[in-house]
């Protein structure tokens, strides 16, 4: 099976920017890009991909009080592409760790630093497909980490 999605797969012209993704690989960039779709002019923006990825969240106030909370309504089936994405991009690629055990450093619960995590991943993806650039580790994270640049 994971060759004939290959074969289909590498036949849509963003192929090598859904792989060159940390996290993605054949069969979950063919997950990413089947419930993201690809139409050029579907999201607006890089937060109504995220949006629609449910991985950004949704704030409340009211007086003083601020809560953030994770959304509700979302696609199944991204949502878990994008889980198993960061996850195995925290084990892969160097800027996506030290953003992960950044969070963690704050306390932040690990299914909600993936999260979090897989929102930045989203975010990325979504500036390689506008640019037509596949991902670039020193580009992504640099502004972030300047020691993971060098």
């Known amino acids: 099976m994971e060759g004939q999605v290959g074969a289909h ?22 997950r990413v890009l089947a419930e ?6 579907r999201y607006a923006s890089a937060k109504a991909r995220k949006n629609y990825a449910a991985t950004s969240p949704i704030t ?19 949502v878990d592409a994008l889980h198993m994405q960061a996850g195995a991009a925290v084990l892969h690629d160097p800027g996506a760790r030290a953003y992960y055990d950044e969070l963690r450093a704050r306390e932040i619960g690990h299914n909600a630093a993936l999260r979090q995590l897989g929102n930045r991943l989203v975010g990325i993806l979504h500036g390689c497909l ?7 580790p020193e580009t992504a994270w640099s502004h972030r980490y300047q020691h993971l640049a060098a």
Request: hydrophobic letters at 30%.
């Open 130 to 136: 506008k640019t037509g650039t596949p991902y670039n």
């Open 36 to 41: 993201f779709g690809d139409a050029a002019g």
């Open 60 to 78: 409340r106030q009211s007086g003083k009080s601020k809560t953030a909370q994770a959304r509700f309504v979302h696609n199944d089936r991204l």
């Open 9 to 30: 797969f590498g036949q849509h012209p963003d192929t090598e920017i859904y792989l060159s993704q940390p996290g993605i690989g054949t069969v979950l960039g063919a």
